[in-house]
């Protein structure tokens, strides 16, 4: 009996051990000047920080590469936050593309995620698993969405984040991983998704199925209907909580995700009360590149409307949001 009580202890304390384990395993800051994009960044390499007017707010942010736990695996990712001490509001940001196609380099940390930090966010983001050094198989919004769910976790060990207020923001495959992760997780207070897929089902790109669906998505020859409404989010708009207001960006020159994709799905919002606004740009691209000033305007207007002071979404008849 003594010994049971022996093992009992510590198979008890192990656990314990086990469950306070940290996510965050690295965090490792990163000097821009040592990358390619510094140079674009600046007026002339001879004097430090000699920052574009654009970019001075470069120094006021910080850009960390990190590297976390997902289901016992590494993940890299970025990590970008305010300089000065303080309690923020945070944001998940969703990349696009698959394997090492889209996957975050510095420029996206200087730029992307640091024009939302500036503004006073603490922004992270996934390389996700199986891509650009991350442990682990990529599924394309399979298993490796909870690279992307864990994150809400990997924030409350970050002393500045305030894991009250979480948003989320992705862009093509990273809109699509956001739609998933909405329908799994009552932590995300409003999201934003750019030329996102909303119907896999519908193949209008061969090259896209062949050498991304039937290369990543586990089972897709024998069970390709199911796996691609899994990634569907017009299949499970009913899943979508009621009280999570979404920004959707598309451009009507988007050949790589139609923008019907977010015109249906607008639709399909109406019909179950989903609090959305929808944002179409005329011969906007899949990046909206022709946009970016007024894209980002937005991203940020939305961000601290309903994330950073947490205003109510407008009644679903006020079509003034």
């Not at 469950?19 to 821009?32: A, C, G, R, S, Y």
């Not at 390389?127 to 969405?145: H, N």
């Not at 009250?164 to 809109?175: F, H, L, P, V």
Request: hydrophobic residues 35%.
């Amino acid at each position: 009996m003594k010994y049971l009580s022996s093992f009992l202890f510590v198979l008890l304390f192990s656990n314990c051990q086990s469950q306070t384990q940290p996510l965050l395993l690295k965090e490792k800051l990163i000097d821009v000047s040592e990358f390619p994009i510094y140079t674009h960044l600046v007026k002339d390499t001879s004097s430090a920080n000699n920052w574009k007017e654009h970019y001075i707010y470069l120094n006021d942010i910080e850009i960390y590469g990190i590297t976390y736990l997902s289901d016992g695996l590494k993940i890299k990712g970025l990590l970008v936050k305010p300089k000065k001490t303080g309690h923020y509001p945070c944001v998940i940001y969703n990349r696009g593309g698959n394997r090492y196609f889209g996957s975050l380099v510095i420029a996206d940390g200087a730029i992307r995620l640091g024009q939302i930090a500036k503004e006073g966010y603490v922004v992270i983001a996934s390389q996700y698993r199986g891509s650009t050094g991350s442990e682990g198989q990529e599924e394309f919004g399979g298993k490796d969405i909870n690279d992307v769910l864990v994150l809400t976790d990997v924030l409350a060990e970050i002393e500045s984040a305030d894991t009250s207020r979480i948003g989320m923001y992705g862009w093509s495959r990273g809109g699509m991983m956001t739609y998933i992760a909405l329908s799994k997780t009552d932590k995300i207070k409003t999201a934003i998704v750019g030329a996102a897929n909303s119907d896999l089902t519908i193949i209008d790109r061969p090259k896209m199925e062949e050498l991304v669906y039937a290369e990543l998505i586990p089972n897709y020859r024998n069970n390709k209907e199911v796996e691609l409404k899994k990634r569907s989010a017009i299949y499970w708009v009913n899943k979508f909580k009621k009280d999570v207001p979404i920004l959707m960006l598309h451009g009507t020159s988007d050949w790589r995700v139609k923008s019907s994709n977010s015109v249906s799905l607008t639709q399909e919002f109406e019909k179950h009360g989903i609090p959305h606004k929808l944002r179409i740009f005329e011969g906007g691209d899949h990046g909206l590149s022709r946009f970016k000033e007024e894209v980002n305007q937005e991203i940020i207007q939305w961000l601290d409307k309903y994330l950073k002071n947490s205003n109510p979404f407008p009644n679903p008849g006020n079509k003034g949001n």
